[in-house]
């Protein structure tokens, strides 16, 4: 680092209050649902009530006569105007993930997914004509005036279905709805592993179905300046402003010039609004169509039905272990349901590279497929693919320790990688970079007072209940747009301006951005002004996924700073006639020899004033930082979960979480707790409640509501004790790994685990997800009548 200022109260390290926060609790956040423009007009969509059909016919004649209807349109006007299908970037391959390599001859299929299809739909609530009046009412009515007739199709809910011999292509050239196939490892090192082998455990399972339910329903309003002839959203993406824009402009088919992309805040993500959703591209047409702008707010209901959702995974999966419990070798098959369009392979991708989690397993084979189906595509749900490969390499560890009657401890300590033998790559081709996972675990075992584990099992006992607990190890492997940009520049009202285009969902960039900067420029953290989420004044940026957000800003801004020094340092060495080398620059000031100093201020009069300064030295006081970076992000650790069953009704209640994260680096450790918090809360909804229920035969979605879609209460939500290691990631030049998904990843393993092993006396060895009171109670009865067989 160029500047090494002495930590800062408000700097890296510190537990800083949340600026935005002084926002947001008192109503002055800004979100898309809040942007009201002149003669502003409102829109509906009619959406799809099969899962799979021909649109014959629509009849929009008595909708357009209705009164204060502007307008109703169809897939057929917007393909009349020359709208582009959605540029998804449903990326198969590239570092720091494992190669997959596909079978000889197979190509890989990508759909194309027009924002409003004019012929064929293939999942229900998909846009298939919208309505655009004076009130929102009021296209609401249009909608449900307009006539469709359909042919329906044959449709698949389940990937198991529609890749079965015989099954109707839902995209046409798509043989076996197989989108991409493909392998990692070496299936001849796996075999020779399971041959040698003295124990073999098999997993056959199903990583179920959610929906991100962000608390903000997605919302757009698209504006078009007819002098201008250009186009302006007003939205929320976690791709951030940038990359929707980009994505704007091809759709509707102009120029970038002719697009501007402006966000707010965002009442949540977690991936699913990382892609580039239909209404993006319609509702800034439509506002060109009727000539104003045009406002759409998705009801909850509309969302559940057309909201991109995650996980959806099928596995069988085996591990071989020699007689003293040493890992040999990993084996399986992984199936991926993409629902109806290609938007991500990433969750597969990412799977597959990560199936070993953070033991030394010497060989490992693995294939993988990405099916087509007729539901709501998947995107790259929180920790996309890597809580899925954990949950099945811990789940084979648990049921390996229980048949082989090992502590499931004492296995995974045999079995660990160690800190000596970083960095250590897999036998899938992904190098771990540098960690001590043993330390991870022994620590979390420690806090969670797993020793003592006995003596609250039989307290429980004492009561008719059942308590398990179980741990879970994790690693991910994180990447993203590797593109970003850091712009800093000073201004003549005594700030610096900090602009960046990543997109916060949550993840307090307005707080911890800053922070970094205020401590490596040396000016108080009040000074920096945080600028993002307009492309009027953002050029690059990749917004916040995959962990990418202060690892890569980090990167460039540590650029963008040297670039301001240096600068800096040429301004005051032309007014000081000193040479660059006798000059610093300590705490926002030029220094010479003789106690001559400029502030950043007086240096940004200088140059925006001094009419000797060289040209390129003129103008703007500013840094800036534009970096692609490729590398990888190993953030991992350990999480202990202790629940309680009631046997009778089946309720499972988690009593005590604990995780031990390993963040590289801590820049706000409050923050890095609320996000394990989070991330944890979420893992646990999936494994105990959550699940996009489907009708197997009319592809309808059965889960439309809160009222049948249950998410984790406060009531419900365990007390958490979440502890920050920082051990420095050799990957990152200031040793930062992410810290947004540790909680989630380890999350569904060690609940369900912990549930296993709660029900260890009744010979239940697994189940699967959500683990509902009712599946547990079922698991019981089911295994209590095959006791009663026996005897």
Known sequence: MVNQSPPRPNGIGVSVKRVEDLRLTRGRGLYASDVKLDSMAYAAFLRSPHPHARIVEI????????????????????????????????????????????PLGFDVFTSENMPMPPIIVRYVGEPIAMAVAKTAAEAQDAIEAIEVTFEVLPAY?????STAPGAYEIWPGCAGNIALQAEVGSAADASDAFNKAAHVVRLETWINRINGVPME?????????????????????????????????????????????????????????????????????????????????????????????????????ELALSADGKFLGLRGHNTMNLGAYSVYFWPLRKGLSMMQ??????????????????????????????????????????????????????????????PQSMPFTTPVGVTYDSGDYPASMKEVLEAANWITFPERRAQSETLGKKRGIAIANYIEVTSGIPRERVELRVTHD???????????????????????????????FDKIRFIANDTARVSVGGGSHSGRSMRLVTIALNQAIEALIARGKAIFAHITNLPDNEISYEEGSFVGPNGQSMDLWQVRDAAETLNSLPSNLKGHFEGIGDIVNRVGG??????????????????????????????????NPMVLHGQAHGAIAQGLGQALFEHCKYDDQTGQLLAGSFMDYAVPRADVTPPMQTLISEIPASSHPFGIRPGGEGGTTPA???????????????????????????????????????DQKTI
């Open 59 to 102: 009849d929009t004649s008595i909708a357009a006569s209705m009164p204060n209807v502007l307008g109703v349109l169809t897939g057929a006007d917007a393909i009349n105007d020359g709208m582009k299908p959605i540029p998804h970037n449903p990326d198969w391959q590239g570092p720091p993930d494992a190669e997959l390599r596909l």
């Open 157 to 161: 809910t389940d990937s198991k279905e």
């Open 217 to 317: 329903p997605r919302t757009v309003v698209g504006d078009y300046s007819q002098t201008e002839d250009s186009y302006t959203l007003y939205a929320a993406s976690g791709r951030g402003a940038v990359q929707t824009r980009e994505r704007l402009a091809t759709v509707l088919g102009v120029p970038l010039t002719k697009c501007r992309a402006v966000f707010g805040d965002m009442g949540g993500n977690f991936g699913t609004r990382n892609a580039f959703s239909p209404e993006f591209a319609l509702i800034p047409w439509a506002a060109r169509r009727v000539g104003c702008p045009v406002k759409w707010v998705g009801t909850r209901s509309e969302c559940f039905l057309s909201d991109y959702q995650g996980r959806d995974l099928r596995s069988t999966a």
């Open 357 to 418: 989690g953070v033991y030394n397993i010497p060989a490992i084979h693995f294939r993988g497929e990405a099916v087509f189906t007729n539901l709501p595509p998947t995107a790259v749900y929180r920790s996309a693919g890597r809580p899925e490969a954990i949950f099945i390499v811990e789940r084979l560890i648990d049921m390996a320790a229980e048949e082989m009657d090992i502590d499931p401890v004492e296995l995974r300590s045999r079995n660990l990688i160690q």
């Open 494 to 524: 005594g700030m610096v301006e900090f602009v960046v285009g990543t997109m916060s969902s949550g993840q307090s960039h307005e707080t911890t951005f800053p922070q970094v900067a205020s401590e490596w420029l040396g000016v108080p």
């Open 634 to 667: 190993y953030p991992y650790g350990s999480h202990v979960c202790e629940v309680e069953v009631d046997p009778e009704t089946g309720v499972v209640e988690i009593l005590k979480w604990t995780g031990v994260d390993d963040v590289g680096n801590a820049i």
């Open 748 to 786: 569904l393993a060690v609940v369900i685990s912990a549930i296993v092993n709660a029900l260890r006396d009744y010979g239940i060895k697994h189940i699967e997800m959500p683990a509902t009171p009712e599946r547990v109670w079922q698991a019981i009865k089911h295994a209590s009548e095959s």
